[in-house]
């Protein structure tokens, strides 16, 4: 099944590794990091991308190759902020501009994507992206014009609901696991367990674990459905 907007497009999901010159991701060739893009804007008409990335390191040390080398790239225009993440060690978030000229993202943008994830690895990026049906062909041409791509493939069977969605839990699933993000029941040490919860919600222990399995199997398979390319890639099948 293809997703359907109400722009009259029919989209489908695609699958891809791609390899290219002249990007800042060949600096992940012999470096131990790991890339995840946060955000990125495209302002083709100023002739750059505005990103985020979220960088993965084996070490501090390993962490500052990596920002050494990105910051000399030729892709790379400015790097605006670069911060760690106080919850979890050798992870950095790094906000920059880069070309708009020889970019993966910049080819999404010309081809309609309305979302995609990605992974950098070992000066590897793998894609998944969702684009309108008709402009499938058109993407991998101008892919394979930027430079290798091992590997290309187009999902036919992808389902509505595929992209994140706040409707995705019932209300009494979203409010459950909110109060108990918000009340700690998360936290490492937890700070309150279904005994309170219950007396915080109004809601018996046995509906509160029923309810919170429901929600957590469906974010559970949302995020791993999202993610089972770049899993399968790195765990196998």
Partial sequence: MVLKKDDGYEYVEVN????????????T????VNIHTVSSNVYRDKNYISGTIEVKAESEKEFKKFIGLFKRSRAINEVAMISSNIY????YEV???????NMISAILYENNAIYHNDLISDNFEYIMAIVPVETVKSLKSDLSELGEIPYFHM?????????DSV??????EAFTV????????FNIPRQNYLNELSVITGLSKSALEEYMRKATS????????????FLMRKFGK
């Avoid at 891809?16 to 600096?27: D, Y």
């Avoid at 060739?29 to 131990?32: A, D, F, G, I």
């Avoid at 979890?88 to 992870?91: T, V, Y």
């Fill in 16 to 27: 891809f590794q791609m390899r290219h010159e002249k990007c800042w991701t060949e600096v």
């Fill in 29 to 32: 060739e012999e470096l131990h």
């Fill in 88 to 91: 979890r060690r050798n992870l």
């Fill in 95 to 101: 906000s920059f501009r880069e070309q708009y000229n």
């Fill in 155 to 163: 999902k036919t069977d992808m389902q509505t609901g595929r992209i």
């Fill in 167 to 172: 409707f995705n839990l019932t209300d009494q």
């Fill in 178 to 185: 909110y109060m108990a993000y918000q009340n700690g029941y």
């Fill in 218 to 229: 469906k974010i559970m398979n949302e995020w791993t459905e999202k993610n089972r390319y």
